[in-house]
């Protein structure tokens, strides 16, 4: 199973950017898929997560900001992450869970190399 993240890059607060995820191997539409992100010197932390019915969910502080989204039909979640601000600064991961609804890292089996994004003041 391999995850490719893309999408990341510098940009600046209030911007937009459109995170996406390939899937290869596997059953994509059996797995719950996640987005993580890791800030400069901090722990990893949850994102957001979409089961594979469709069941979003999401971190309080991107509630309304971000939506995820899968296709499984290409293999493919994405994050759109709007407003976005300088602490939204952190490497980006995707990643794939058997659990519905899984929130929690350690519950995650398949992960991605992750994609840097920056937002700047």
């Known amino acids: 199973v391999q995850l490719v993240e893309s999408g990341g890059g510098l940009t600046q607060a209030g911007d937009s950017l459109r995170l996406s995820c390939a899937v290869s191997?596997?059953?994509?539409?059996?797995?719950?898929m996640g987005w993580f992100r890791q800030p400069p010197g901090k722990e990893r932390e949850f994102v957001a997560s979409?089961?594979?019915?469709?069941?979003?969910r999401y971190a309080d502080s991107q509630a309304g900001r971000f939506a995820i989204s899968r296709n499984n039909a290409k293999m493919t979640v994405n994050l759109q992450m709007n407003t976005l601000k300088p602490e939204d600064t952190a490497v980006y991961y995707c990643?794939?869970?058997?659990?519905?609804?899984?929130?929690?890292?350690?519950?995650?089996?398949?992960w991605g190399q992750g994609t840097q994004v920056t937002v700047s003041s």
């Open positions: 191997g596997g059953t994509f539409s059996d797995w719950t």
């Open positions: 979409v089961s594979r019915s469709g069941f979003q």
């Open positions: 990643a794939a869970s058997n659990k519905p609804l899984s929130v929690s890292l350690s519950e995650y089996e398949y």
